[in-house]
């Protein structure tokens, strides 16, 4: 039985719709983060998940009970917030005692398990500290540690390491991961950075516009994107527009505007269809044949130098080369750019232009 | 170079600038703080003649520790019942989306646009029990103390609600969100979180409401001679500032009243001080119980019915104990016996209180604005946090104990030819010069010094970033300070009467119609003072609405 059920769930702001017609499952033990642009929605599904909205349309099931009118407070999970929201008036001990006390657990859960958690993340010795006292990263472990003495098997992350620095936010990923797994919690984690969603999480629900665009494994998500948003937004890749000319079992042939003709993966697309060719910067290679290109400019990225190139068809393509230098040419040299048929995958061109389909708000 | 670069030149100049700063700060020290707690030196200067007529006179001694103590009893009897009766109405405007939000907000300042004197008449009539009371009042309240309470309660509530609103306003909500993720109910989240957080808008909003009740003179001098149905005597229920009224006003003919008038004020300002210093710690240090906790009815007070009962409670002591005694002297007019009248007289005192509401608030402006900027700009340094301490002093004072002391500083000055007019000005600008201060140093802090250093970096001069950058920014508070400074001053009566005895103000006005038995004119007068004052609310609004659109 999954432990998060979302059953045609919707949610509108006055006219602003806000989620509409979410169907979700999550397992339990899961850890599955909910990935998509500021605005998409995310926050408010795990917020009606959590009690602190109530949907406008469908049903909210924990453990298989609904949650129609069951107050925040019953509904025995955990939240780290944004902006991590340790009551300022509390020093760590009394933060993290919290959840115990007002739940009334026995005197001697009140006193250990508050330490426990403060000794999972290794706090234990700033107990007595206020949170101010405190750098960003410890606060929002002590939040994390707040979150799980209060005995909740379902943690819900909204945004909960964007608010840190760069560097500390790297750390915490794999502490986060780490300890959930160790308990066996059920995670949901919302954020809208796409390389956190990748290290942290079993499954990516990726949302846009209110709308759950499309889920799977990082892997799977990344190798195989179903929507051609989805190709965009995890990861990065070239787009390049184009007709099918042949489509067969093995591969399909695109024709690109300037008449070149690439590989791609094998589509069911027909012969003359207007697709979009989606090619990640690290599977194009520059060639003696394929793909005619100027390059325009070489940055330095440290392990590898990203190339941006014009190609004849007005396509722009990035790529990277690896350091020292893989390629022999400088910036206004004629290249030819080419990838293995397996690497490319074609969608159909949206209506609206690749722009607009790929666009994220 | 036309004239208006040289000017802008001029007072661009580092000096010009310093020598402003200068001047606004001094005339803050002269003109507002030392005539505030000049009578204090009057304990020093005197002390003889105190010991003579007041403490070695045990009648006198009686009547001044007994009015001193109801005046503090009543403070704080108020104090509690506006927090209990405001924090719900506060909590709803804060945190809770619902339809009439607007309504509810425009109700809760309606007592503010009714001037005190007309405000304690109208409460009187609905509420006193006299012999022969109006249609549809109440008529039960013959207790003159029970009567006070419930007055000071009408406008002191409006006060309390603002600042609990604005404080509360400003939690971010999340920590109490936080706290039902942990487990906690509505209401134990709001009693171990949001109210210790919320504890420094607690501080302000007592203050407010205790130093308006303690200073509260002209509305309770009508309140209880509407209840006495004539002038006071010595004999009768007597709070520190209605004490203070009579007596300046026997002064005038028996100067051995003096000494007793300068004890009472200097007693009022010694012990408001004092005690609201010792609010502010206690408020500050006393923890609330955390470890305490009674999950099963503080759950079932959290839901079902308790929240719904405790809210439309809270909106029917608004209607019916705030706004029903306010506005009951509308009543007044359609019920009561018409009389002929000497407008003449009225006209005369409204001209006067507004030429005097006018001046106060533009001089108010014009040097309470500089010394905000100066506060709020040097927070760092001690001049700016003495002073930013000093500017809530003349809100503190009683207000008849601070026009008595007035009266003193500027006769000691100039004795017997002081202008009557601009010592009634000058005691205005005491009590609302605060209110400007307080709301532009708010403003200003909340707006990021960035903006102001940027148009610096594009060339502007100091005077050009204020008026094209900050000046836009906080105009919404200016008014607002303003028009409050504006509706205090044309309301306002201890003061007036404690500088000068025989003013001709509208508030003073009605309370000599009133005194006098003058009923139906003096509801006549209150009624165009309401709407006068309500208009300005109606401005204020507007202009403060424009701000936030």
């Known amino acids: 039985m999954p432990l998060v059920e979302m059953k045609g769930v919707s949610k509108r702001f006055g006219k602003v719709v806000a989620s509409s017609g979410i169907d979700l499952r999550i397992e339990d033990g899961e850890y599955v983060t909910i990935l998509g642009p500021s605005g998409c929605g995310k926050t408010t599904l795990i917020r009606m998940i959590a009690g602190i909205l109530e949907p406008s349309e469908g049903k909210v099931l924990i453990g298989g009970r609904d949650m129609d009118g069951v107050p925040i407070e019953e509904r025995d999970i955990g939240y780290v917030f944004q902006n991590i929201a340790l009551f300022p008036h509390l020093n760590m001990l009394e933060n993290v005692s919290y959840g115990p006390i007002v739940k009334d657990v026995s005197e001697e859960e009140r006193v250990s398990v508050p330490r426990r958690y403060l000794e999972l993340v290794n706090l234990l010795d700033r107990m007595s500290m206020f949170p101010s006292a405190l750098s960003g990263g410890e606060q929002q ?22 608010a840190l620095d760069a560097r500390v936010r790297m750390d915490l990923r794999y502490e986060l991961r780490r300890i959930t797994k160790d308990l066996g919690l059920t995670v949901l984690h919302v954020t809208h950075d796409q390389e956190e969603a990748m290290t942290v999480s079993d499954r990516i629900v990726l949302m846009r516009n209110g709308r759950i665009m499309e889920s799977g494994s990082p892997e799977q998500m990344y190798r195989a994107p179903k929507e051609l948003f989805t190709a965009n937004f995890i990861g990065e890749t070239n787009l390049l527009d184009g007709v099918v000319v042949v489509s067969g079992d093995d591969r399909t042939l695109v024709e690109v505007r300037d008449g070149s003709v690439v590989e791609a993966q094998p589509s069911g697309f027909e012969p003359g269809d207007a697709v979009v060719l989606s090619v990640r910067p690290e599977r194009v290679h520059a060639l003696n044949e394929g793909l005619k290109a100027v390059v325009r400019s070489m ?63 | 170079m036309g004239s208006g670069d040289r000017l802008l030149e001029f007072i661009s100049r580092r000096g010009f600038r310093k020598g402003w ?51 503090f009893e009543i403070a704080a009897i108020v104090t509690v019942i506006d927090f209990i009766a405001g924090l719900p109405v506060a909590w709803m405007m804060a945190r809770k989306e619902f339809r009439g939000k607007q309504f509810l907000d425009t109700l809760i300042d309606m007592p503010l646009a009714v001037p005190t004197a007309a405000l304690g008449f109208s409460a009187a009539i609905f ?27 009408v406008f002191s509530y409006p006060y309390m609600v603002r600042s609990l609103t604005a404080i509360l306003g400003g939690i971010d909500e999340t920590y109490e969100t936080a706290g039902r993720t942990l487990g906690a109910s509505r209401l134990t989240a709001v009693r171990t979180i949001t109210l210790p957080l ?28 509407t209840l006495y149905g004539r002038k006071m005597v010595e004999g009768d229920f007597q709070t520190g500032p209605t004490l203070i009224g009579l007596w300046k006003d026997a002064s005038v003919s028996d100067p051995s009243l003096l000494p007793a008038l300068a004890f009472v004020s200097i007693l009022l300002i010694v012990l408001a001080l004092v005690l609201l210093l010792v609010l502010k710690v206690v408020i500050m240090k006393v923890r609330l119980p955390l470890r305490k906790v009674w999950p099963t009815p503080e759950k079932l007070l959290s839901r079902g019915l308790f929240p719904k009962f405790k809210d439309s409670s809270a909106v029917l002591f608004l209607a019916a104990i705030v706004l029903v005694p306010s506005f009951f002297i509308f009543t007044y007019v359609f019920t009561g016996t018409p009389a002929q009248a000497d407008w003449g007289l009225f006209i005369d005192a409204l001209v006067t209180s507004f030429a005097v509401a006018s001046v106060v608030t533009v001089v108010d402006l014009v040097t309470g604005i500089p010394l905000a900027l100066y506060i709020v700009k040097n927070r760092s340094g001690r001049l700016a946090q003495l002073l930013d301490v000093l500017v809530n002093v003349p809100l503190i004072v009683p207000t008849a104990a601070l026009g008595f002391s007035l009266g003193l500083f500027w006769s000691t000055l100039d004795s017997g030819a002081a202008v009557p007019i601009l010592l009634i000005i000058l005691a205005h600008i005491a009590f609302t010069y605060p209110l400007v201060v307080r709301n532009v140093v708010g403003a200003v802090e909340g707006v990021d010094p960035a903006f102001e250093e940027t148009a610096r970096t594009l060339g502007a001069r100091p005077l050009q970033s204020f008026r094209r950058v900050l000046l836009p ?14 509706t205090r001053s044309l309301g306002e009566t201890g003061a007036t009467l404690a500088v ?28 165009i003072l309401i709407i006068i004052s309500y208009m300005f609310m109606l401005l204020l609004r507007r202009f403060t609405r424009e701000e936030v659109v």
């Not at chain 2, 504890?199 to 007592?206: F, M, Q, S």
């Not at chain 2, 508030?507 to 004119?521: A, H, R, T």
């Open chain 2, 198 to 225: 919320f504890r420094a808008g607690l501080v302000t909003g007592a203050i407010l409401c205790f130093a308006r009740s303690l200073s509260e003179t002209g509305g309770t001098i009508i309140a209880l001679a």
């Open chain 2, 21 to 71: 700063t200068v001047f606004n700060i001094a005339f803050f020290l002269l003109f507002i703080i030392l005539p505030t707690v000049f009578i204090l030196s009057y304990a020093v200067t005197d002390w003889s003649k105190i010991q003579n007529y007041v403490l070695n006179d045990p009648a006198t001694m009686d009547l001044i520790i007994g009015a001193v103590v109801v005046s």
């Open chain 2, 500 to 527: 000068v005895a025989n003013a001709n103000t509208a508030p003073v006005y009605i309370v000599n119609l009133v005194n006098s038995q003058s009923y139906y004119l003096a509801a006549m007068a209150c009624i």
């Open chain 1, 141 to 162: 472990k002590v939040a994390l540690a707040r979150a799980l003495a209060s005995g909740a098997r379902l943690l819900l992350l909204d945004e909960p390491l964007s």
């Open chain 1, 299 to 361: 940055s330095f990225m440290g392990t590898y130098i990203r190339v941006t190139a014009e190609a004849d068809s007005e396509d722009i393509l990035e790529f990277d080369i690896p350091v020292p230098r893989g390629g022999d040419f400088n910036v206004g040299d004629n290249i030819h750019l080419g990838w293995s048929m397996g690497s490319a995958l074609v969608y159909q061109r949206p209506p609206g232009g690749i722009a607009e389909a790929v666009k994220l708000e």
């Open chain 2, 473 to 486: 920014m906080i105009k919404g508070s200016i008014l607002a300070g303003a028009i409050m400074a504006f």
């Open chain 2, 127 to 153: 509420w006193a029990a006299t012999p022969n009371p109006p249609p549809f009042s109440l008529a039960v309240i013959s207790s003159p103390m029970l009567l006070i309470i419930l007055l000071h309660v």
